[in-house]
């Protein structure tokens, strides 16, 4: 399959429209995947649950298709993908399904799960959330790249720890977790091992089931799908996870995610993953090419200007930066025609210091100077260029 040559709404390669560098927080859909959503909208827009006739049946069908377009992505069998609305409700399902199956077995045996200080925001407020309910909870400090460190986390391990939840890919600064020495010691130590891959999965190759992860989210609306579909991987065996569910009703996806299945955001995230699997390769070689250069005439155009995150083990679409001695927030005017990130894009719009950046090392007045700029399938060479131009004519003004 190749890419649409076709350019989604909002993307132009006329040189007097916006650069869009914001691919980390959303991605536009691929016009392929519109395509295969549409039907599913008008023609066939049937309950899965309607067993009785044929508009129940196409649907049940198309949900099916998708559920295995999602598992060879990550390298998971089809029962193993449960969909939801996102990434967030599958990070807090992941740890509450889990939380409540423990207590469930063994209502007064302690629990402790880990995690680091840089993780996603659902992820972040969910451990704290369990911790109120007297799960002991470590977030460990990362290293100045914002990568967890293997010596930190064996030391963190305790007799009763369940869970371990690591980002895999950073949504902020792009940096990649070991997450193959990760699942070892979760696997040694008989510990459970979820990862908020969101930035990970359809971006880097990854076989779920060969590295030892027992849970994982992601999300449709960051791979080129469509918003409010998401899927959380269980586990069926070696070991086999089971979680108790969030949501109570009908009993759909087996009787753990009630609720009726949203159709045409499924067949949506469905074809997204199988074009990511197929062009994978290709198109990670050529976004680091773009982000190399970006990063190359940043340099050369705008002295003093920092990389944040790892050099080396980092997303191949991504650059955090630190412009010193000039706040973002100051900037952004001048920067109308560029789309981009002044810290995490889940925000509410509220100004908040990264949690992220400030927890590998950097300052409040160099995390206000920070910018996240982000590419994706439709960014091109031209982009890049005028974006550092831009970006310099900016900074002189």
């Not at 030391?155 to 792009?174: C, D, Q, R, Y």
């Amino acid at each position: 399959m190749e890419l649409s040559s076709e350019r989604p709404m909002g993307t132009s390669l006329q040189n007097d429209k916006p650069i869009y560098l914001d691919y980390n927080a959303t991605t536009p859909v691929d016009p392929q995947v519109f395509h295969a959503m549409e039907p599913y909208f008008k023609e066939f827009f049937g309950n899965p649950a309607s067993a009785a006739h044929q508009w129940g049946w196409i649907a049940e069908n198309a949900v099916t298709k998708a559920r295995g377009q999602v598992a060879a992505l990550i390298g998971a069998k089809p029962m193993e993908i449960f969909f939801t609305s996102g990434a967030t409700e599958a990070n807090n399902w992941a740890i509450f399904g889990l939380l409540s199956k423990i207590r469930e077995e063994n209502p007064t045996e302690p629990i402790h799960f880990i995690t680091s200080n840089v993780e996603h925001s659902s992820i972040m407020k969910a451990m704290a959330a369990v911790e109120k309910m007297g799960v002991e909870v470590d977030f460990l400090p990362v290293n100045s790249f914002g990568l967890v460190e293997i010596e930190t986390l064996r030391k963190a391990i305790k007799p009763h720890t369940k869970l371990m939840s690591f980002i895999w890919v950073n949504n902020e600064i792009g940096s990649i977790n070991p997450m193959g020495e990760i699942a070892k010691i979760a696997k040694e130590n008989k510990i459970y091992l979820h990862t908020d891959a969101t930035q990970a999965a359809g971006k880097i190759p990854m076989n779920v089931t060969e590295l030892g992860i027992d849970l994982m989210s992601f999300s449709g609306h960051k791979i080129y799908g469509p918003k409010g579909v998401g899927a959380l991987y269980i586990r069926s065996k070696d070991p086999k996870v089971q979680i108790n569910p969030l949501l109570h009703g009908g009993g759909q996806e087996r009787g753990l995610r009630s609720g009726s299945l949203n159709v045409p955001g499924i067949v949506g995230m469905g074809m997204a993953a199988e074009i990511c699997q197929k062009t994978m390769t290709e198109e990670c070689h050529r976004l680091q090419g773009l982000r190399d250069l970006f990063w190359e005439k940043l340099q050369e155009k705008i002295p003093g200007v920092r990389l944040n995150g790892s050099p080396t083990e980092r997303a191949s679409n991504l650059l955090n930066i630190t412009l010193p001695n000039y706040k973002t927030e100051a900037l952004l005017p001048r920067l109308q025609k560029l789309g981009v990130s002044t810290g995490s894009a889940c925000g509410t719009g509220a100004t908040v210091v990264s949690h992220v950046l400030r927890a590998i090392g950097l300052s409040v007045d160099d995390v206000q100077c920070s910018l996240r700029l982000s590419l994706g399938r439709w960014s091109t060479e031209d982009e890049v260029l005028r974006a550092v131009a831009i970006l310099k004519n900016s900074l002189q003004r």
